[in-house]
């Protein structure tokens, strides 16, 4: 069955260019995440969305970071001059609802390298 | 707020003997707990979770973990490994979901599990 996908799925940009990363979820799943994760470390929470409202942005570490998710189903990360510590890999996850307790089912992640 | 501990950056056992991930957590809220692994070039898989009710959890391939509320614990364990199971094992912890706020999971630092032929 259709899994959540992530496109690209490897990114070059050089220091300063904007990039957009993209996320398509689980048909039906309420809830996405991002998640970053940097070499050698555990997934970090970025922001989540619960169909189309961004419920927290807590984890965005500068505001060079946007996600948007306009009409609930496909999620855009997009990063603005990027710079060279924003290299890592990009997670999207989704889940049936908002509850904590679900599992989130991860995409195979974009990995961005900024030179 | 919540955080996961991940006791062994690197645990390596020989095929067939046992295996023992420590874990342990953090969290203001009655938690629910995963362990997701990671294979080389592929995408985070959850193993099994614990979510309040049966203390000992079983999950695929022959994975287990118990949690222990007394010493905050979590550990994943396994009676004999398996060379297809070297991977990068994550212990996470989520708040529990309130639905009005934070939902992110919060991941440990991973262990990295190597099986010796």
């Known amino acids: 069955g259709a899994g959540v996908s992530q496109s690209p799925r490897y990114k070059v940009a050089k220091r300063g260019q904007d990039v957009a990363l993209r996320c398509d979820p689980i048909?039906?799943?309420?809830?996405l995440f991002w998640y970053q994760q940097a070499l050698g470390q555990g997934p970090e929470f970025l922001t989540y969305?619960?169909?189309?409202?961004?419920?927290?942005k807590s984890g965005l570490p500068s505001d060079r970071f946007f996600a948007e998710r306009p009409e609930g189903s496909v999620s855009t990360l997009k990063i603005q001059r990027t710079q060279q510590e924003d290299s890592a890999v990009y997670l999207c996850?989704?889940?049936?609802?908002?509850?904590?307790?679900?599992?989130?089912?991860f995409g195979p992640g974009t990995r961005l390298t900024v030179l | 707020a919540q955080s996961v501990t991940q006791l062994d950056s690197h645990v390596s056992v020989s095929e067939g003997t046992p295996v023992l991930l420590r874990c342990n957590y953090s969290?203001?809220?009655?938690?629910?707990l995963f362990w997701y692994v990671q294979h080389p070039n592929k995408g985070l898989q959850l193993l099994l979770k614990?979510?309040?009710?049966?203390?000992l959890v079983k999950g695929i391939n022959g994975f287990e973990a118990e949690f222990k509320k007394s010493e905050t614990s979590f550990h994943l364990t396994k009676p004999s490994a398996h060379m297809s199971d070297a991977a990068e094992y994550f212990c996470?912890?989520?708040?529990?979901?309130?639905?009005?706020?934070?939902?992110?999971?919060?991941f440990g630092k991973g262990t990295h599990l190597i099986i010796q032929p």
């Open positions: 969290s203001s809220y009655s938690p629910s």
């Open positions: 969305f619960q169909n189309e409202a961004q419920l927290d």
């Open positions: 996470v912890v989520s708040a529990g979901g309130s639905g009005g706020g934070a939902d992110g999971l919060t």
């Open positions: 048909s039906g799943h309420v809830s």
């Open positions: 996850a989704s889940s049936l609802d908002f509850r904590g307790a679900n599992e989130q089912f």
């Open positions: 614990y979510t309040s009710a049966a203390t």
